[in-house]
């Protein structure tokens, strides 16, 4: 009884944000981080540590993934260092969440789409609903050791769905773990990253830092990839 009603609450979450941020087909997927607006988070972020030694964030574990762990907390810059969050802030009713990336060194604020983690969200609502029926996950295939394709079929799409990749405009699938975790492939990127960047890579070295050199967006709910005899692929430990 207690899982029934936790995957129907799981169910409802996942809806209400769909439904808020109406992330629908990647057709009607098309959102802009606009300069102006970075530069006055980052601005009030450097104040803000600068003041108090500490980044204005919220909470987060050693499990949060990378690019959700520095999420900034407006509540600690308003109004001090800025007088409102903005406009395209999810707490305006905006379609980003604002991050932080490298808060070590070379310290920059960046965006999550959450119509991509809306879809993400979707999806791995109807894999542990076909789990919890079935005993097992939709696997459609392998892709490497604990990367799989996902059969869109078994958990009820007509065709497989995609999400407008924030870096090339282009459609990007979806992959699935070995726990059933399920992530955007972002690999077309990061190989076009790789490419356009002329440099070489060791083996292991993660390089989804490349898809911030010259975007506002962090490749969210994103596996780690690498360079293995000249091509990207997922890292996997």
């Given amino acids: 009884m207690h899982k029934i009603i936790g995957v129907i609450i799981a169910c409802c979450m996942t809806a209400m944000l769909s439904g808020c941020l109406n992330p629908g087909s990647e057709k009607t997927q098309s959102h802009v981080a606009y300069e102006a607006e970075m530069d006055a988070v980052q601005n009030a972020v450097l104040a803000y540590k600068k003041d108090t030694g500490v980044l204005p964030i919220k909470n ?55 119509s991509l983690v809306a879809k993400v969200q979707e999806i791995k609502q109807r894999v542990e609903n076909y789990r919890y029926n079935k005993g097992f996950s939709p696997i459609g295939g392998v892709i490497r050791a604990k990367v799989y394709k996902i059969d869109f079929k078994d958990i009820g799409y007509k065709e497989p769905p995609t999400v407008i990749s924030p870096y ?35 083996n292991g070295e993660d390089l989804r830092y490349l898809l911030l050199k010259e975007h506002p967006y962090v490749p969210v709910d994103s596996l780690p990839y690498t360079i293995k005899n000249n091509q990207v692929v997922f890292l996997v430990k």
């Fill in 60 to 114: 987060s574990n050693e499990k949060t993934p990378l690019y959700k762990k520095y999420r900034i907390d407006f509540n600690r810059l308003i109004p001090k260092y800025m007088g409102k969050p903005p406009d395209n802030a999810y707490s305006e009713g905006g379609h980003f969440e604002y991050v932080i990336v490298n808060p070590e060194h070379d310290l920059q604020v960046k965006v999550i789409d959450l």
């Fill in 168 to 202: 090339s405009g282009q459609p990007l699938s979806f992959v699935m773990d070995n726990e059933s975790n399920v992530y955007i492939n972002y690999l077309p990127d990061i190989y076009n990253a790789y490419k356009k960047s002329g440099k070489s890579a060791n």
